[in-house]
C-alpha cells in the first residue's frame, strides 16, 4: 500500500490525546503532517506528546513561510476559518495530501478545493483495518469519544455513521 500522506488539525491530535490513541494514530501507514500554527494551538503537554514523534520523524510540522503567507491570502477562503485551518488546507493543497479535520468549515472547504479529507471516524475505520485496535477497543473509544466531544453527539449523518460502526464492533 501506499503511503498516504496526511495534514493533521488541532483538533484531530486533541481528540487522539485526549482518548490515549496518539501512539495507535502514528502506528497507521500515514506520512503526517501539521503546521506550526496547529502545534501552537495544543497544550504543552500535547506539544510535548507530539515532539516525541517529531524526532523520529514520524510528525512533519512546517513552518510557513512568507511566499505561504502571500498565497493563503491570494486565495478566497470563507471568513469562518482561521489563519491555523487555512494553513492546514495550504499544506494539504501543496502537498497533494489529504486533510485530517473534524471541524466542519475545514472539511467543506476541502471538498470545495477538491482535496480529500477525513476525519476521526475514517481514523478508527484504519486502526480497525490494520488490527492496531481490536473492535471492542475501538466501540469502547468511539463511545468515549461520542461522550466527551459535543461535535459528535448532534449532528445526525455522525451520529448515524457512528451506530453503524458501534454496530460492526460490537
Not at 488541532?10 to 500515514?30: K, M, P, Q, W
Not at 503532517?33 to 516525541?52: G, M, N, P, R, W
Not at 512533519?60 to 492546514?88: A, C, G
Request: glycine share 2%.
Amino acid at each position: 500500500m501506499k503511503i498516504k500522506i496526511a495534514v493533521t488539525d488541532a483538533c484531530i491530535f486533541i481528540d487522539l490525546y485526549d482518548l490515549g490513541l496518539v501512539t495507535s494514530f502514528f502506528n497507521l501507514e500515514l506520512e503526517i503532517h501539521t503546521t506550526s500554527a496547529v502545534y501552537f494551538e495544543l497544550y504543552d503537554e500535547q506539544q510535548q506528546v507530539l515532539k516525541a514523534y517529531q524526532s523520529v520523524d514520524r510528525l512533519i510540522v512546517h513552518n510557513l513561510t512568507e511566499e505561504d503567507f502571500l498565497q493563503i491570502h491570494s486565495e478566497s477562503y470563507p471568513k469562518s476559518l482561521s489563519e491555523t485551518d487555512k494553513s492546514v488546507l495550504h499544506v494539504a493543497n501543496k502537498l497533494n495530501a489529504c486533510v485530517l479535520s473534524s471541524d466542519k468549515t475545514v472539511r467543506n472547504c476541502a471538498k470545495n478545493k477538491d482535496i480529500e479529507y477525513h476525519g476521526m471516524i475514517w481514523i478508527f475505520d484504519k486502526l480497525v483495518e490494520t488490527n492496531i485496535l481490536t473492535k471492542k477497543d475501538a466501540a469502547n473509544k468511539l463511545k468515549q469519544l461520542v461522550a466527551t466531544n459535543f461535535i459528535f453527539q448532534n449532528n445526525k449523518p455522525l451520529v448515524d455513521e457512528i451506530q453503524k460502526r458501534l454496530k460492526l464492533w460490537s
